[in-house]
């Protein structure tokens, strides 16, 4: 299994932003969370790897546990820090505004993290130039972050990411400001991380693109889960509240 979630709930003060989410996925399996703003689903992507912490139930990503009650004082504890950034060198996250260091050119974003983490530069430049071969930007390794169009960022974003061989890759709406094109090679992208074996997560509330990229999909509205299932119910959706979603 890649990720096995049971009963997270999430509020923030009086309002309940996650209602009793229960969900898995299998390894190398591709998963978009779908649902309209406000519906949850940018907050249950985050738990995935801790930048959220739920308050209770139990997640299970990349053969690491953890369990949350209520109340407990382990939510802040220096045990769960440590997990957490154990969990995220095998969880990795391409953000919405891409965050790539703007100070940095586009390869000291991308060796940055792997040095501080123990990796010699001389791998990490070897690494992070494959990358950007692979991600089509061999030319871009000395550009500052500023100089590329939203396509490229991203896609620098995604090799950051990869740096560090995550077992887990975490999207969020990563195709909100790309033009049909580029969106294209995100889905290219994406596949081919899949047939190398990386399970995802993929935040978007764009259904076409979700329709191409997906091997589950799971439909979120007011913090609860509505449906979830295989890709097959895009064209068969068990809900009305889905079949709606697909409609509009």
Known sequence: MGIAVQSLNKSFGNHRVLKDISF??????TTVLLG???????????????LETPDDGTLNVANMEFSFHRGSASHSSKTLSHKA????R???????????????????????APIQ??????????????????????????AWP????????????????????????????PTAALDPAITNQVVDIIQELESAGITMVVVTHEVDFARKIANR?????NGEIVENGSAERFTAPQTPAFKRYLQH
């Open 85 to 88: 950034v154990q969990l995220r």
């Open 217 to 221: 999909v799971v439909y979120m509205e």
């Open 36 to 50: 309209s703003s406000g519906a949850g689903k940018s907050t249950l992507l985050r738990m995935l790897n801790l």
């Open 146 to 173: 500023s100089s590329l169009s939203g396509g490229q960022q991203q896609r620098v974003a995604i090799a950051r990411a990869l740096m560090l061989s995550p077992e887990v890759l975490l999207f969020d709406e």
């Open 24 to 29: 898995s996925i299998h390894k190398s399996e």
């Open 90 to 112: 095998k969880v990795g996250m391409v953000f919405q505004q891409y965050h790539l260091w703007p100070h940095m050119t586009v390869l000291d974003n991308l060796i940055e």
């Open 117 to 142: 983490q123990g990796m010699s530069k001389t791998d990490a430049l070897e690494k992070a130039n494959a990358l950007l071969q692979r991600m089509g930007l061999p030319d871009k390794a000395h």
